[in-house]
Structures are given as structure tokens and as C-alpha cells.
């Protein structure tokens, strides 16, 4: 058994006891791939663990700041009471499309608020509605704007908030400092400056599993 097949069997024996997709999220799953979107979706466990700490979290308003098909947006919805909000920012009209059938097909549309067009164009427009902080805010968009969206994530939150930033470790490309690959320089400037940012205190975790070698960071506002 070759590493990565090991990784997938770990990954199978966990979702398996610890976070099964259900039929809502199987057909996301194969409703995003029919659609031919990518298949970069969070798994299953990681899914899994974005619900268990909005949870923890105790959210009620929650940023996603890139929806792809609705996949993790539908975790971390879940997570929300009835009276909570998730808004979902994603470039793309036909990626928005999808998620917005699959996230209704959950029965989280009535929480989840899907706008279109680039993020930094969208988020000044939110911040312009002068919303209440967010709780959480998981961004999984393109890398080259991380340290912008890390930005915008300390304008629209508070003390106390949460900020996940997936697929940090670029196969493990982000711990080459000569890299001029624009999603491992934005990736780099979005960890240092949580490292720096005198309101941020955070880590990074490297994962392996059914998407390969990757990781993500987790950064607390003070």
C-alpha cells in the first residue's frame, strides 16, 4: 500500500465512524462533479471538524469566504441555530448556482446568503451594510489573496473570533522562501501575518488524507 492509499484508508475509516456523509451531502458531492466543478471540496472529516468548531464556537453569524458547490457551507450551516446567518461569498455565477440547490436541498437556505462576484469586491459591500461581527470566518478561495482576506476577516469580526484559512501548506511549498508561485507568496503573507498581527494569535496544522498533503490555519482574534 503506497502512503497515499494509506491516507485515503485512514481517511475512509474515519469518515466512516465519525462523519458519513448523509444523503443530503452525497448529493452535493455528485450534484458539484455532474456540474463539473472542481473537486476541491473539503472531506468529509474536515467537514466534520469546521461544524465542531463553529459549535464550539458557539456562532451565530458566520463569513465562508469562497462556496465552490455548498459542500463545507452546508457543515458549517448546520452549526448555527435557527436564528443564525451564514453569508457565502463565491466568484463564480455557476459554482453559485450549484450551491445554492444544493444548500437549499439541506433546508439551510432560509440561513445562508450566497453573493456573487469577487470577494474584495463583496466584501467592502458587506462591511458597508455594517453587519453584527462575525463569529467565524473560513476562507477557501484563491491564495494569492489570503493576507487580503485575513485583512477583511479582522474588519468584520471581534473579540474572540475565529479565522480558519484552508490549504496553507501547498504540498509543502509554502516552506520555500524563494517561491514566486502567487498562491505560496499569498499563502506565506496570510501566515505571517497572523504571526505578526498584534489582534491575531494563531497556528497552522499540516493534514494528510483523502485530498492529499495540505493543511490549515486557525487564528484567534484578541
Known sequence: M???????AV????TSRLSPDDE????????????????????????????????????????????????????????????GR????EYSAKHAEVAVRNIARAGLDRLVDVRVGPALESLPKLADENPAPFDLVFIDADK????????WALKLTRAGSLIIVDNVVRQGRVADADS?????V???????????????????VQTVGGKG??????????
Open 86 to 89: 451564514l453569508v457565502s461569498l
Open 11 to 14: 481517511d475512509d475509516y474515519f
Open 186 to 204: 499569498g499563502t506565506r503573507a496570510a501566515i505571517e501575518l497572523i504571526g505578526e498581527h498584534p489582534r491575531l494569535t494563531g497556528t497552522a
Open 2 to 8: 503506497s502512503e497515499s492509499q494509506l491516507w485515503d
Open 144 to 151: 494569492v489573496n489570503n493576507p487580503h482576506y485575513v485583512e
Open 24 to 83: 443530503v451531502l452525497e448529493a452535493a458531492v455528485r450534484d458539484s462533479e455532474a456540474a463539473g466543478l472542481p473537486t476541491i471540496a473539503v472531506t468529509a472529516p474536515q467537514g466534520k471538524l469546521l461544524q465542531l468548531l463553529a459549535e464550539i464556537q458557539g456562532a451565530r453569524t458566520i463569513l465562508e469566504i469562497g462556496t465552490l458547490g455548498g459542500y463545507s457551507t452546508i457543515w458549517l450551516a448546520r452549526a448555527l441555530p435557527e436564528d
Open 213 to 222: 498533503y495540505d493543511g490549515f490555519a486557525l487564528a484567534r482574534v484578541l
Open 180 to 184: 514566486t508561485s502567487p498562491d505560496v
